[in-house]
């Protein structure tokens, strides 16, 4: 059984940890080991939707898999007994960037008409 890297589709070694052709990294692929592609990492946004005030504690409870009012109620204590709750809600709604805005696929629509009068 031959393997092809991922990148050039060229022939590699089943344990090249590069390919030879272009140098894309391939290592750990054929050994049980699997890298996790970039798509299902888990990155911290503030969803569009779901949110009440910047969408900090939605988007923290979406990332981790937890309940959002738990994620509030622990934001709310932390603000009232120490205060770390409210610099750390306004540090992560200004490094967690806003959910990317989903825009309708492009629809094709027929020429108006121009109507005779």
């Known amino acids: 059984m031959a393997f092809y890297c991922s990148n050039c589709g060229k022939p590699i070694a089943t ?5 030879p052709n272009c140098g894309h990294a391939v ?3 054929f050994q049980g080991a699997q890298a996790v592609p970039p798509s299902s990492q888990r990155r911290l946004v503030r969803p569009r939707t779901g949110r009440l005030i910047a969408g900090v504690c939605q988007g923290v409870a979406v990332t981790y898999g ?5 994620v ?6 932390l603000a009232c007994f120490s205060g770390a709750g409210l610099v750390l809600y306004i540090v992560l709604w200004v490094a967690a960037p806003e959910e990317p805005l989903l825009l309708p696929t492009a629809a ?6 121009n109507p005779q009068v």
């Open 15 to 19: 344990d090249a940890r590069h390919c």
């Open 27 to 29: 290592g750990g692929a």
């Open 66 to 70: 937890w309940d959002p009012t738990l």
């Open 72 to 77: 509030r109620v622990v934001f709310v204590l």
């Open 108 to 113: 094709s629509y027929p020429p108006p008409t």
